[in-house]
């Protein structure tokens, strides 16, 4: 009689130990595709192109653990597949990276069940434009010679600055041409703008400012109301 026991309890804990959550040691497969979107800069929009992502690792998390459970790289056409998969719940995911480098996990959620099972495609985003937002303005000139007004219109050769609104050092500038300018690759925070201006009399340069732009969104383009200069010609 206690061998039999033993027997039936040695039996019951291998059925338990066969019933396990989500993990490896089952028959099914889960698979799909990664595409990279990457948002290259100097196009002065946030046109992205779109591939398939090569190489790339790619990631699964088993149920509600947060810890890697496998990890694999994306093949031809971003194919990815894991196989000897328990039946449950599952978090596939791959990496997306910004412009300061700092990396966000693009995730999807699936149900296996038996067989092959099919997540959706994943999505990651790369380049120097990903996560950084735009300011562009137009530029006015006054045109001066020898201190009497002579013209006015969309300035051209004169210079743009920005910096950090708590920081004195402007870090970046550019040319206008036809009375516009742009910054790329800005991350969230507060700006400050300056446009180079001549006096009229003494051609002594100084800088038209800004007020504060805050750039609180990434993916768009900040427009500051028109600066007027003026130009010894």
Do not use: W
């Amino acid at each position: 009689m206690k061998i039999h026991f033993y027997f039936l309890l040695a039996c019951l804990l291998i059925l338990t130990s066969c019933n396990k959550d989500e993990g490896l040691g089952g028959s099914s497969s889960l698979e799909g595709y990664v595409y990279s979107v990457v948002h290259s800069d100097d196009n002065f929009s946030f046109a992205a192109d779109t591939f398939p992502a090569l190489d790339k690792d790619v990631f699964l998390e088993f149920g509600d653990d947060l810890s890697i459970g496998q990890r694999i790289r994306s093949g031809r056409d971003g194919y990815y597949r894991f196989d000897y998969l328990r039946k449950g719940n599952y978090t596939v995911y791959a990496l997306s990276s910004f412009a300061d480098d700092h990396k966000e996990a693009v995730t999807k959620r699936i149900t296996v069940g038996g067989g092959l099972n099919q997540a959706d495609t994943i999505y990651i985003h790369s380049g120097k434009a990903y996560g950084t937002a735009m300011i562009s303005g137009e530029v006015k000139a006054k045109y001066y010679h020898n201190g009497t007004f002579r013209d006015e219109g969309p300035a051209t050769g004169v210079r743009a600055y920005i910096k950090h609104a708590n920081e004195e050092a402007y870090f970046d500038d550019v040319r206008v041409v036809d009375g516009v300018f742009i910054f790329q690759k800005l991350l969230p925070g507060n700006y400050i703008v300056a446009i180079s201006n001549e006096d009229q009399n003494t051609e002594k340069v100084t800088l038209v400012v800004s007020g504060v732009i805050s750039i609180t969104q990434t993916g768009i383009i900040y427009r500051i109301p028109e600066i007027i200069v003026s130009v010894a010609v």
